[in-house]
């Protein structure tokens, strides 16, 4: 069962424990925790689906893909700073993180790949990478935690249960961009070569896919929705520092590899799940422990189901 | 001020005593640390992204024991290097059969929640706050060593009898794990990194040795641990930052992947290269001149890893040799 439909699986498993949540912990608790757990979940969605588009199309893990996000958080800042409105900031930022990420392939990656460097290679790359993104954003801008500008005291009540009223504009923001992104991917012709090359690249290169552009589409793609997904993560947070990225990529990477490394859709699907998995977690232990709960669902995946709950292709050894 | 003044002060620290020694302590620390990556990464071929964490459980599970549990100083050093190297079984069990790739991220997924825990489980390990208390037995040690040392005519100074064990415990270290790797058992592993298949073809449990090996890196991160838990006397989640897994592969690659005495040479160059930047006169503050440290720290570990991947005195083979064809 678990093999053949994964997806009806999960849902049932959530929904169970939802119930056991509901019935012992109190219905109240479980609404609350539940919309945190969504609000949350579309921003780990949103950049667990660049990460795994990478993944896909390059085979490279972007440890620097936490930055991306900071780096969008701090473009709207710059956004603020120059006294454009919010909307147009928000704008300002997932334009300049996509920029950024086209540029990061045209000096960096794609000269590198050139070179023919080994797996070690990219990995340390990325991880220098991120070292430097996070710590040139702190040079620039300072380590302290800066006003976002977003009006994050005004909320809603839905009988007893309150969402802020930033927190609901970015999540209805993450959704449909969640739900653009599935469709993109699934009906047009740029979501259809992508997928192919995240397939097998060279089989798409054979069927003349112009594999350079689809890669800096990717690229834009990957680094503009991680900038969106740092927005919407800072917005209803009220600050951000340029420790934030950091501290959501090991959520990020939990999404990616509970969808199966790779997989665009198991990463949206894995983003929300374990942005519900730690908010409910909140209920029964240390609240502070979320994000050990994320890491304990990466290692229950990888033990039982290590090509992810969605995924096909390959994970165990080389 | 001219620019003579400003060289004149920022080169008077290199006749200090305090700064060499101080450079002797943190390298011989990141080069115990180092050891252990040389081991996975050089040796055995496994990409081990979660070395700060294994040093936080071990130089954590110590300070613990002889703080909260009153368990006394040598038992307790033991006991986190256990805690060190089962930690590194419990993260291999699952993550080791994965492809490199994944294991990386569960590495790093590791060492980032033991930071987690370590800030958040504040009955335990003092949060934020910091952990301390458990120097008083190094401190009497410290005294005798001072003894020790005006026999023989050095007058005592301040981190001099930890620069001694310090520097001790790197050389036997690094010698003993050199002479391991050349065992049968080490070529086994060597076997493993260059042909994993290969080495099962010949019957070789070839997960076991991998195991093994992450376990006695993860061991010799603890001891890492000690060190530096002893040298700042405070254990702060703030000083387990995975930037020092990228300290510990910058030392690697600098002195080459697969090369031992590479670690020795490595990781003094890196300290001392760092520690001298802590005489810049910068008109910064303290915050920003931090992250400009770390900024050149990745900066440096891209520059080496696309430019001179074979290290100072690696083969260039080593790495190249790995790349997917």
Not at chain 2, 233 to 249: E, R
Request: hydrophobic share 55%; aromatic share 10%.
């Amino acid at each position: 069962m678990l093999r053949r439909r994964p997806g009806l699986v999960l849902v049932a498993l959530l929904v169970a424990t939802g119930l056991v949540l509901g019935l012992t912990q109190g219905w109240r608790e479980i609404g609350q925790v539940t919309i945190n757990g969504i609000v949350a979940g579309n921003y780990f969605a949103l950049g667990a689906v660049g990460l795994t588009l990478i993944f896909g199309v390059l085979r490279l893990v972007n440890f620097a893909h936490g930055e991306f996000l900071t780096f969008g958080a701090y473009a709207l800042l710059v956004g603020n700073a120059l006294g454009l409105p919010l909307v147009l900031s928000v704008v300002c930022g997932v334009v300049a993180t996509a920029v950024m990420g086209v540029g990061l392939e045209v000096v960096l990656w794609r000269p590198v790949r050139r070179r023919r460097v080994g797996e070690l290679q990219l990995l340390l790359l990325a991880l220098g990478l991120a070292f430097f993104m996070r710590n040139a954003i702190a040079f620039a801008a300072g380590p302290e935690d800066r006003a976002t500008g977003a009006n994050v005291t005004a909320g809603l009540h839905l009988g007893e249960l309150r969402v802020g009223r930033t927190e609901l504009i970015v999540t209805i923001v993450g959704l449909v961009t969640i739900a653009l992104v599935a469709l993109t991917l699934r009906y047009s012709s740029l979501g259809r070569q992508t997928r192919a090359l995240a397939d097998s690249i060279q089989l798409a290169e054979t069927t003349g896919i112009d594999t350079d552009r689809i890669v800096l589409i990717t690229w834009a793609a990957s680094a503009g929705l991680a900038g969106l997904a740092g927005i919407l993560y800072a917005l209803p947070a009220g600050v951000a520092n340029p420790g934030i990225g950091f501290s959501l990529i090991l959520s990020i990477f939990a999404a990616v590899v509970v969808g199966g490394i790779g997989n665009a859709y198991g990463a949206l699907a894995g983003g929300i799940l374990i942005g519900l998995v730690q908010e409910w977690a909140t209920l029964v232990i240390d609240p502070a422990m979320k994000v050990a709960v994320g890491f304990a669902v990466l290692i229950v995946v990888l033990l039982i189901r290590p090509a992810g709950l969605f995924g096909r292709g390959r994970s165990v050894d080389r | 001020m001219s620019a003579n003044d400003v060289l004149a002060v920022s080169f008077s620290f290199l006749t200090n005593v305090d700064f060499w020694i101080n450079v002797g302590v943190l390298a011989t620390t990141y080069g115990v640390f180092a050891l252990g990556i040389q081991l996975n990464v050089g040796t055995t071929g496994i990409f081990n992204f979660g070395q700060a964490g294994f040093m936080a459980a071990g130089s954590y599970a110590m300070g613990i024991m002889v703080v909260r549990w009153d368990v006394p100083f040598w038992v307790a050093l033991l006991g986190g290097i256990a805690v060190a190297a089962v930690a590194g079984i419990l993260v291999g069990l699952p993550s080791l059969r994965l492809r490199a790739d994944y294991f990386a991220i569960s590495t790093l997924a590791f060492s980032e929640i033991v930071r987690y825990v370590a800030d958040n489980w504040d009955g335990l390990t003092g949060g934020n706050l910091g952990l301390f208390g458990y120097t008083d037995s190094w401190n009497a040690i410290s005294v005798r060593i001072d003894g020790w040392l005006e026999h023989l005519g050095i007058a005592p100074h301040f981190l001099l009898p930890l620069l001694v064990v310090n520097l001790a415990l790197f050389l036997v270290l690094a010698a003993f794990v050199a002479l391991l790797v050349r065992s049968p058992w080490g070529r086994v592993l060597n076997a493993i990194r260059e042909d994993e298949d290969a080495a099962r073809a010949l019957g070789k449990n070839t997960f076991l040795y991998k195991l093994q090996s992450l376990s006695l890196s993860a061991a010799l991160a603890a001891l890492a641990g000690y060190m530096l838990a002893i040298n700042i006397s405070i254990l702060s989640p703030a000083n387990f930052d995975p930037v020092l897994t990228a300290y510990g592969y910058v030392i690697v690659i600098l002195g080459g992947l697969g090369s031992y005495f590479g670690v020795v040479l490595g990781s003094f160059f890196l300290i001392f290269l760092l520690e001298s930047t802590r005489y810049l006169e910068l008109p910064l503050s303290d915050a920003r001149v931090a992250a400009l440290r770390f900024m050149i720290v990745g900066l440096v570990l891209m520059a080496l890893v696309v430019f001179r991947p074979q290290g100072i005195f690696g083969k260039r083979e080593e790495l190249i040799l790995r790349s997917r064809g």
